[in-house]
C-alpha cells in the first residue's frame, strides 16, 4: 500500500538478526531500521543531558528490538526488495516479555503485536501436562487484554478420559474455550482450522506437546517451517530471541510460535492486580475484609479464600495465583 507521504505500509512477518521482512499485499521487503527511528526509540527515557545514560541505552537496545513482530510499519523502498523501516503504526495490542541486561535493568520486550488470541498448548500426556504453567500463560493474556483458545493436543493418549474432561470443565467454567485434538485421530482439527481462520494467533508452549504434528495437521508442511525457526533459536540464551516469525494460514490468518517464553505479559503487571487477571475472583475482588488491600493470603475476612472454601474456586487455580504472587 501506497501511503501519501511516499513510504509504503506492510506488515512485519519475520525478523532474523536485525533484518526485518516486512510484508506487502503485493511481496517481502527486507528492511532495516532507519537511523532516526532507533534515535527515536532509544532516547525517549532517557536524560537528554547524561552523555553516558544516553551511551548505556545505545549498548542495551541491541538486546530489545523496539520493532515486534505483527507491528504495521511505514518504509521506504530501496529497490532490489530491501528498505527501511521509518515509523511503526500504533499497536492495537502487545504482548510482551521483560528482557534483562547485562547492567540487571528491566526493559520491555514486545514479542509479538496485533494479536486476536493467545493459544496456549499443552499435551494430554506425555510430557505429563502442568496445569499451573497454563495458569501462568492466561494470566498473561489477561494482562495484556487478549482472549485465549486452550489447545489441549495428543489426546489419543489417554486411555481415560476422565481426568482431562475435569480440567477441561473447571477451565470452561470460568469462561475460556478449551479444544482437545489429536493429529492422529484427527478429533478437533475441524474446530481449530475455525477458530484460528483469519486470526492472528500466537502458539504458547513448551517444546514437546505436539504443535508440529498439530500444525502439520492444520496445513501441511506448516508444522516442520515452525520448527526450523524454533531450532534456530536453541542455545540463544533466556532473553534473546533472535529469529522469530509469523507464518500464514493460506493467507486467512497467521500463526506466530514462542518457543521456551514463558515469562509473558507480567512484566509491568504489580502484584496488587495479579487477582484482576483471575475472572472467577473478579466478582469478589473489594469485598474481603480488607477490601482492595486484601492480598487473599493469610488475611481473616478474605472473600477470595472463602470462595475456595466452598468450592466456587478452584483450589489448584488459587495456588497457582499464590504461585505468581511470589514470583510473577
Ligand atoms: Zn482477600
Redesign the pocket.
Known amino acids: 500500500m501506497n501511503t501519501s507521504n511516499g513510504s509504503d505500509q506492510g506488515v512485519v512477518f519475520r525478523k532474523n538478526l536485525g533484518h526485518y521482512t516486512v510484508r506487502t499485499e503485493e511481496r517481502d521487503i527486507v528492511c532495516e531500521l532507519s537511523t532516526r527511528l532507533r534515535k527515536q526509540l532509544i532516547y525517549p527515557t532517557a536524560d537528554p543531558s547524561s552523555l553516558r545514560h544516553r551511551v548505556r541505552q545505545i549498548r542495551e537496545i541491541e538486546h530489545v528490538d523496539p520493532v515486534a513482530i505483527g507491528d504495521a510499519v511505514l518504509f521506504t523502498d530501496a529497490g532490489c526488495n530491501s528498505g527501511m523501516i521509518t515509523e511503526i503504526l500504533p499497536r492495537r495490542n502487545k504482548f510482551s516479555r521483560p528482557a534483562t541486561t547485562t547492567g540487571q535493568r528491566v526493559f520491555e520486550q514486545v514479542i509479538v503485536s496485533n494479536i486476536d488470541q493467545v493459544v496456549p498448548v499443552f499435551a494430554a500426556a506425555s510430557p505429563t501436562p502442568k496445569w499451573h504453567l497454563l495458569d501462568r500463560y492466561l494470566v498473561s493474556a489477561e494482562a495484556s487484554e487478549l482472549p485465549s483458545l486452550i489447545c489441549i493436543t495428543k489426546v489419543d493418549l489417554l486411555t481415560d478420559r476422565r481426568e482431562i474432561d475435569e480440567v477441561v470443565e473447571s477451565y470452561q467454567r470460568i469462561g475460556y474455550r478449551v479444544l482437545c485434538v489429536s493429529s492422529l485421530t484427527g478429533e478437533g482439527l475441524n474446530e481449530i482450522k475455525q477458530t484460528l481462520r483469519g486470526k492472528i494467533s500466537v502458539l504458547v508452549g513448551k517444546s514437546g506437546v505436539g504443535k508440529t504434528s498439530l500444525l502439520n495437521a492444520i496445513q501441511p508442511g506448516l508444522g516442520l517451517r515452525v520448527k526450523e525457526v524454533s531450532h534456530g533459536n536453541q542455545g540463544k540464551g533466556l532473553h534473546t530471541t533472535t529469529h522469530l516469525e509469523m507464518f500464514s494460514l493460506n493467507g486467512e490468518g497467521a500463526i506466530v510460535d514462542t518457543p521456551g517464553i514463558r515469562e509473558f505479559g507480567l512484566w509491568d503487571s504489580c502484584n496488587d492486580s495479579l487477582d484482576q487477571f483471575f475472572p472467577e475472583m473478579r466478582p ?1 475482588i473489594g469485598k ?3 477490601g482492595l488491600d ?3 493470603d493469610n ?1 481473616p ?5 472463602k470462595a475456595v472454601v466452598n468450592g466456587e474456586i478452584s483450589p489448584y487455580r488459587y495456588e497457582s495465583y499464590l504461585k505468581l504472587r511470589v514470583s510473577p
Open positions: 469478589l474481603c475484609k480488607f486484601c492480598s487473599h488475611e475476612g478474605c472473600a477470595i479464600r
